[in-house]
């Protein structure tokens, strides 16, 4: 009987240690399986319009300057309602091209067919990005220089079909911008609305909802001299073990 007690014994020992190891390794999946958060521009979990936010694309005050016309844009499918073109002149360091894209938002507030502006920047350049919604109630978006108010849309599911960052980098930097020296178009672009057209100041401290977790939203505060600007980041962050009595809120 003794024998047989310790052959229990170590069963129960190894029952013991088979369960640890099982939880440990659904522990072990959770931390590098579950998917981080990935705001890749073209396929990010977050908001529709997720991105890669760089937090030093600052290398905009030289070099960006439109002269007459980009050359490239194509022919677009809809005429949007846009803005007066601004006639402000370049004068770096003071009025530089994320000036030109932050005071194109600007002027969109007023007009109802733009349902969305957004600043859209590729390293050494700015430009915007907009909703607008045409006299039929189709959806499009928008890309817009605003230093001469050229511009291409294509449907909103087009875009949300799109692989972002590759037609960004491909299409819109190589073919839209082929007349003009665009320098850096091959490293992360980014796309975040201005701070003041956003409601991202006020989430923080919020709470966000479980299946959020990991997602991120960023704006973009006006641009000072230089165009420098700065950029709000929030995260949706959850806690508690193994999903039980988790709180989440936006940090």
């Known amino acids: 009987m003794a ?7 170590e069963m129960a020992n190894r029952n013991i ?20 958060e990935n705001v890749m521009l073209s396929r990010g979990p977050g908001h529709p319009d997720s991105i890669p936010v760089n937090s030093s694309p600052n290398d905009l005050d030289n070099g960006c300057e439109i002269y007459g016309s980009v050359g490239g844009f194509p022919k677009s499918p809809v005429t949007p309602t846009l ?18 894209a932050f005071d194109f938002c600007k002027e969109t507030r007023d007009i109802k067919e733009i349902t969305s502006c957004q600043i859209l920047a590729f390293d ?4 915007n990005s907009i909703r607008y919604i045409d006299d039929e109630g189709q959806e499009w978006v ?13 449907t909103l599911d087009e875009w949300n079909n799109l692989n972002r960052e590759h037609w960004i980098k491909n299409t819109l930097c190589r073919d839209y911008y082929k007349d003009w020296d665009l320098k850096y178009c091959n490293r992360n672009p980014w796309l975040a ?9 006020n989430m923080l401290g919020k709470p966000c909802e479980k299946s959020q977790q990991g997602q991120r939203r960023a704006c973009v505060e006006n641009a000072r001299r230089g165009g420098y600007y700065n950029f709000i980041e929030i995260k949706c962050n959850c806690d508690g073990a193994f999903g039980f009595g988790q709180e989440c809120e936006w940090k």
């Open 3 to 9: 024998k047989l007690s310790y052959y229990g014994k």
């Open 17 to 36: 240690f088979l369960i640890i190891a099982v939880v440990a390794a659904i522990i072990l999946l959770g931390v590098v399986y579950l998917p981080e």
């Open 83 to 100: 803005p007066p073109k601004n006639n402000k002149d370049y004068n770096s360091p003071d009025y530089v091209c994320t000036h030109f």
């Open 124 to 127: 050494s350049h700015a430009i």
């Open 142 to 154: 928008c890309v817009v220089e605003p230093q001469t108010n050229e511009y291409f849309c294509m």
């Open 193 to 201: 609305p201005r701070c003041s057209d956003s409601d991202i100041p």
